[in-house]
């Protein structure tokens, strides 16, 4: 008791110099991101998922169903760029935790996912959905439990919502630009108008009837529809040979794709009688179609695989590295790529992770990393982006062959064409 | 337990109060809102399960086609619904303020007739039982004065799904198409997404679902459920005693389609939605293997089949995302396997002889009770 053995001693001051070693490590590793790392009672102040040095996102997708071959390409490209989020220290210096819930390709089981992520596990934002009647479904639980929804497609616009930013185009981005193109250069007078019965191909068609007929002045010359998965489209195929249009503008979805292409090129119509201009055939439904179905037909779309520019070159490249080289990307693909990093800097921008907050920041963010090249966010919460339009090539890409010069402004309650 | 069984006669009983006190007490004491609310919507599945006893088990029809009544059904509850909260206020940045949004994307300026009954809850409520009642009751009588029965009454009730999923999402003008009817938000002004809402629907929808399988036990103890059993075993014997066959089945084929309605309208309200993916084909199918797995002759089983599967498809789909389509493969083929008159049968083969021996009361003594395994 009177002195202690040199051996506790130098026990003793071992444990000292290790502590005293340690905390300063600590100290010097907590140093640099305690600047960086704000409090969690700071960016949560609503009860989200947000930890110390975690933050709980959801993703919402159909991994199984008739929608699984769709969304697959989101499903990755979001884990893609949250991974990578991630990689970079984080959002607000947390790592990145995804829940992946499978939506089934059917719309209750969507509502009741989303619901499960944002009550239950309180996420503080959702990636997710595909089809225009998931996103319909969940909407209404968005807007009431006040999630934030990042919602890939482009779609058929007349909405939106505090709660949802849009990262595909709305309907006009897609269509206008692309049927000036086909005007211009050319020289198309007159349409055939054609899509799978609901909602976006319905919406899409009647904003490119009042621009071809008002404003550009030229000429409808027949507009069908067929139901979701038809595969006979002889009697479409006939009216289209009696019509002869310059441009067959087509909005087919699905495994109806395949059906439609085909019979086109057994029935003759092939790309150099026929101008066809598609609104949804991306680098993934084109794997299903076969290029050589598709080769000389023209995609309106925003992003295409082969684009140039150095975001797109690395994000292909990691892309390929981390799901194989023979996965392609699509449209929808990218613009769900977009989303993570546009929430990232949403949150960083409000240096909060509340949702009012975010939503708020949200205008006005840029995407200067975007593999389309740039977009920004507009107050609308859709993004301005630009237009472009690819030709099929055989190998089931597409070459671009013409650029909107400008970013098109996101318009989804188009005056005049209501 | 001797007293409950004493006190009220039959182990049924003892079983449905079993039944209520789980879902009207266990549950909610036991879990969150937000779960409550989901058994809510499996309850509303199981209305059409209850249904399914009444027309499969006993009355020996197979219909694949019941997510048509509980569809429409859940539709009718939805215009009404739909019409209130699109007022012209909240319309205003439409064409045309006062029609539902999708009314309006498609160009329509005025409400369909079609619509205009749906402005008022009682002619609305009227209809959630009497249209898919009247399909029932066309369809009934056309397929049963014809002795249309077995597999082509299945086929038919098939293709009514068809026709009308078709229908359905062709018109989209009028129903909505694929989407459906979203965005439903008040029932005469009272706000049916929150929570509270919640909990008063959920009891709503155990209370209902207590006085129909009551109701229905009422029609299985008469002599209407005894010659609805003689129909199933005999059909030709009960014709020569002078019963009219066809209009007995009618009369169970309208009673499922009235309950799948009812649960089509629970559904609508507590989910705050409706959409065509319920009225097609595999959906029809779906709530047919809810019965099965509850066990076909019992109403009770019918209401644990059903949240058993839609427990396990919510839990296998939360915790395994890529592999739950193969768990839930494995608990149908599991349960099919194991025990062919399903969850009731596991009841009345095992359990039940266990309690009774251990009461000392011969097994033999109900043998004649409803509850029993299925007869071929």
């Known amino acids: 008791m009177q002195s202690k053995s040199p051996d506790q001693a130098r026990k003793f001051s071992a444990r000292t110099l290790l502590c005293s070693a340690l905390s300063l490590v600590l100290l010097a590793s907590a140093q640099p991101g305690f600047a960086d790392v704000p409090p969690t009672a700071k960016v949560n102040t609503t009860g989200l998922a947000v930890a110390d040095t975690e933050v709980t996102v959801g993703q919402l997708h159909s991994a199984t ?44 089981t969507f509502a009741e996912k989303s619901k499960k992520l944002l009550v239950n596990d ?37 909405e939106q919502s505090k709660n949802v930013v849009y990262t595909g185009q709305e309907a006009t981005q897609q269509i206008l630009w692309s049927l000036d193109w086909a005007k211009n250069e050319k020289k198309a007078k007159s349409f055939f108008l054609i899509g799978s019965d609901y909602i976006w191909p319905r919406t899409s068609m009647k904003i490119a009837r009042k621009h071809i007929e008002n404003f550009q002045k030229g000429k409808v010359v027949g507009e069908e529809y067929y139901p979701l998965g038809n595969t006979n489209f002889n009697s479409l195929i006939n009216k289209i040979k009696i019509a002869k249009p310059d441009v067959i503008f087509a909005a087919v979805v699905g495994g109806s794709n395949v059906a439609f292409y085909k019979q086109l090129k057994a029935a003759g119509i092939t790309a150099d009688k026929q101008m066809l201009l598609t609104l949804s055939v991306t680098e993934d ?60 800097a949403a949150v960083e921008k409000a240096g909060s992770f509340d949702v009012d907050k975010v939503a708020a920041a949200t205008p006005g963010i840029e995407v200067k990393i975007a593999p389309e090249g740039y977009v920004k966010v507009h107050q609308n919460h859709h993004l301005w982006s630009k237009a472009r339009i690819g030709m099929a090539q055989a190998d089931g890409q597409f070459k671009v062959v013409a650029e909107s010069p400008e970013l098109i402004e996101p318009n989804p309650f188009p005056k005049g064409y209501q | 337990m001797n007293k409950i069984f004493e006190q009220f006669g039959t182990h049924r009983h003892a079983a449905l109060i079993l039944l209520m006190l789980l879902l009207a007490v266990v549950l909610p004491l036991g879990l969150d809102i937000f779960r409550l609310n989901l058994i809510g919507k499996y309850l509303s599945y199981s209305f059409v399960a209850v249904g399914l006893v009444m027309l499969w088990g006993y009355g020996g029809i197979l219909s694949l086609g019941q997510g048509v009544y509980f569809g429409l059904g859940g539709y009718c509850m939805a215009m009404f619904l739909k019409l209130e909260a699109s007022d012209p206020v909240s319309t205003k940045i439409q064409t045309t303020p006062g029609i ?50 077995g597999v082509y009454f299945a086929i038919m009730t098939q293709a009514v799904a068809l026709i009308l999923s078709v229908l359905i999402i062709g018109q989209q003008g009028y129903t909505g198409g694929v989407n459906g009817i979203t965005d439903l938000k008040t029932l005469l002004g009272w706000d049916i997404r929150t929570d509270r809402a919640h909990y008063i629907l959920y009891f709503v929808n155990v209370a209902l679902l207590g006085l129909v399988i009551l109701g229905c036990q009422w029609i299985q103890q008469s002599k209407l459920g005894t010659l609805l059993l003689a129909m199933r075993d005999k059909e ?83 915790s395994f995302p890529d592999l739950w389509l193969f768990l839930m493969a494995a608990l149908f083929i599991g349960v099919v396997m194991a025990f062919p008159d399903g969850l009731a049968g596991i009841y009345s083969a095992r359990i039940r002889p266990w309690l009774l021996n251990r009461r000392g009361i011969q097994a033999a003594s109900s043998v004649t009770q409803a509850g029993n395994p299925a007869r071929p």
Not at chain 2, 134 to 143: D, R, S, T, W
Not at chain 2, 269 to 275: A, D, K, Y
Request: hydrophobic share 50%.
């Open chain 1, 65 to 108: 169903g008739t929608m699984a071959i769709s969304e697959t390409g989101s499903i990755q490209a979001e884990q893609l760029a949250i991974d990578q989020i991630n990689a970079m220290g984080g959002v607000l210096g947390r790592k990145v935790k995804v829940i992946k819930e499978d939506g089934a390709s059917d719309w209750p």
């Open chain 1, 122 to 158: 309180h996420v503080a934002a959702v990636f997710g959905c595909w089809t225009s009647a998931s996103r319909k479904a969940v909407l209404p639980i968005f807007e009431k439990e006040n999630g934030m929804l990042y919602y890939p497609t482009f779609y058929e616009g007349l």
């Open chain 1, 285 to 344: 439904e084109a794997l299903g179609i076969g290029g050589e179905n598709l080769a000389g037909f023209y995609s309106s779309m925003k992003y295409f695989e082969s684009l140039t520019n150095d975001n797109n070159k690395k994000f292909v490249a990691a892309f390929k590295a981390k799901y194989g080289p023979k996965s392609v990307i699509g449209d929808v693909t990218q613009a769900a790529y977009l989303g993570p990093w546009i929430w990232k």
């Open chain 2, 100 to 149: 539902p949004d999708f009314m309006d994307w498609n160009q329509i300026t005025a409400l369909p007739l079609l619509w205009q009954p749906f402005r008022h809850l009682p002619l609305a409520l009227l209809a959630v039982v009497l249209v898919p009642g009247l399909l029932a009751f066309v369809l009934g009588v056309a397929m049963f004065k014809r002795r249309v029965s």
């Open chain 2, 236 to 318: 030709d014997r009960v014709r020569f005693s002078g019963y009219d066959v066809a209009s007995f089945r009618t009369f169970v084929f309208c009673l499922a389609a009235a309950l799948a309605a009812i649960g089509g309208a629970m559904f609508t309200l507590q989910v705050g939605f409706m959409s065509p993916s319920f009225v097609g084909i595999v959906p029809s199918i779906e709530l047919v293997i809810f019965t099965a797995i509850g066990g076909r002759m019992s109403l009770i089983g019918a209401v644990y089949g059903t949240l058993l599967v839609n427990l396990g498809k919510t839990y296998f789909s939360e």
